[in-house]
């Protein structure tokens, strides 16, 4: 029959398991990451490469496609390392979900850079083709923080997730800049888009310093402190004070590109940083896990052994309700082992609801975005807003009731699935 530590023993594996399982997960999220960098070079270049660059960047662009060529065989690796088989519940069918799309995906690179060499495509398709895989494999990191199970390592999810979207947004913004300011100006849709991307970026990046640890953020603090960052900034002011009328040079496209760029890619240092904590975290944590494991099957090694050498049934070791841990005459060392049983049981217990309790914290940033974009899909469906109509749309009504955002998107899907819900009508 089995006892109490037999299952105290189950659900340490079953813990262990876990973390070995979010070891690979967060190796995948790393390995996301240089994929991502990579393709948001290539897409930086070919901008340029299609904008009227041609000669001056092809040989570069031919040369970050063969890197982005390198880490999407790391990345298709990773996927085929996958246990499909034991991957279940709603959580993994997500994140499964995710990786379909994005190797659906990849089978349509070869011929978008075949395209861009051709020039067969615009600067602005050819950015929503690199836009949309990015977005899918930032996706698959989204999912992978909404499925993990360390609290710690979860934040440390969160903060990577935040920060390379915050990242990709300052991608995007580099892209409409070049375009703008290869035209010699930008228009009020274009214009709308940076201010959209300016506020996006700078919301990430608030809840990845919530998430990060110390180091990470002293990172960024110092990065955003640069003179660099500054130089963006005026080039953002020049771009929104142009018209049709009041045009800069198209050489001040390239300028962009290149101070963009160079922010882009300090940037990357702070993705590499929290890719390591990750996996230290990840090793840390299965050791501890492993070394408890092995703790507690001394113990039961240990309760074993003494039920041999006095006979004493082992249903005895737990009945200690009625003598609140006093023991019974003739009893000291089982009365020692209850004691011992019963301190893991209550610490393992404490434990487990103090993960439970941190890591719904850690998650409840996810829950937040979840909601909030599918209150932007709604508002995108029936009012036929743009995704910065959208958000600007709950932006403004926040501000009105002096609410979240969060609660705001919250309210409108409430009162979608109240409207969509059928009226019966009454039984006469």
């Known amino acids: 029959m089995s006892t109490a530590l037999d299952f105290m023993l189950a659900a340490r594996r079953s813990e262990m398991q876990g973390l070995q399982a979010l070891a690979l997960t967060c190796q995948l999220v790393g390995k996301i990451s240089r994929l991502v960098h990579a393709l948001q070079r290539e897409r930086g270049f070919s901008n340029m490469y299609l904008g ?10 031919d040369e970050l496609s063969e890197t982005a060529i390198r880490h999407e065989n790391a990345v298709r690796s990773a996927f085929d390392g996958m246990d499909l088989e034991r991957s279940c519940g709603a959580d993994k069918a997500r994140l ?3 990786v379909a799309f994005v190797l659906h995906s990849f089978d349509g690179l070869t011929a978008l850079r075949s395209r861009v060499r051709a020039q067969q495509v615009g600067a602005q398709e050819a950015t929503r083709s690199f836009t949309r895989l990015v977005a899918g494999l930032l996706a698959v990191v989204f999912e992978a923080a909404d499925t ?3 609290p710690h390592i979860t934040r440390t999810l969160v903060a990577m997730f935040n920060f390379m979207q915050g990242k990709e947004l300052a991608g995007q913004e580099r892209a409409i800049g070049v375009s703008g300011f290869v035209a010699g100006y930008f228009d009020q849709e274009q214009c709308g888009k940076l201010s959209f991307l300016e506020d996006a970026q700078r919301r990430c990046f608030e809840t990845f310093l919530e998430f990060a640890d110390h180091d990470s953020k002293s990172t960024w603090l110092t990065l955003c402190s640069e003179d660099l960052v500054g130089e963006i900034a005026r080039l953002r002011l020049v771009a929104a004070r142009t018209t049709e009328r009041s045009r800069v040079h198209a050489a001040m496209g390239e300028l962009w590109f290149e101070l963009t760029s160079q922010h882009i890619d300090s940037m990357k240092r702070v993705e590499d940083d929290l890719a390591d904590k990750l996996q230290a975290m990840c090793e840390h944590k299965t050791q501890q896990a492993k070394a408890d494991l092995d703790s507690q099957r001394r113990l039961l090694k240990r309760l074993n052994s003494l039920d041999d050498e006095i006979n004493t049934p082992s249903t005895r ?6 003598t609140e841990l006093e023991p019974l005459p003739g009893e000291r060392l089982g009365s020692h082992m209850q004691r011992s049983v019963l301190e893991v049981l209550h610490e393992q217990t404490v434990r487990l609801q103090q993960l439970h309790d941190e890591l719904e914290s850690a998650r409840r940033s996810l829950s ?3 909601v909030i974009e599918r209150a932007k899909g709604v508002l995108m469906t029936q009012q036929g807003l743009s995704e910065e109509e959208a958000f600007r749309a709950l932006q403004g009504a926040a501000m009105e009731r002096s609410q979240k955002i969060g609660d705001i998107a919250q309210t409108i899907l409430n009162y979608n699935e109240l409207l969509q819900t059928p009226v019966r009508k009454p039984q006469r």
Request: hydrophobic residues 30%; aromatic residues 8%; without cysteine.
């Open 317 to 322: 070791l737990y009945n200690v309700q009625a």
């Open 368 to 370: 937040e975005r979840k």
């Open 52 to 61: 009227g660059q041609s000669e001056r960047y092809l040989q570069s662009l």
């Open 96 to 98: 499964l979900t995710r």
């Open 148 to 150: 993990a199970v360390d």
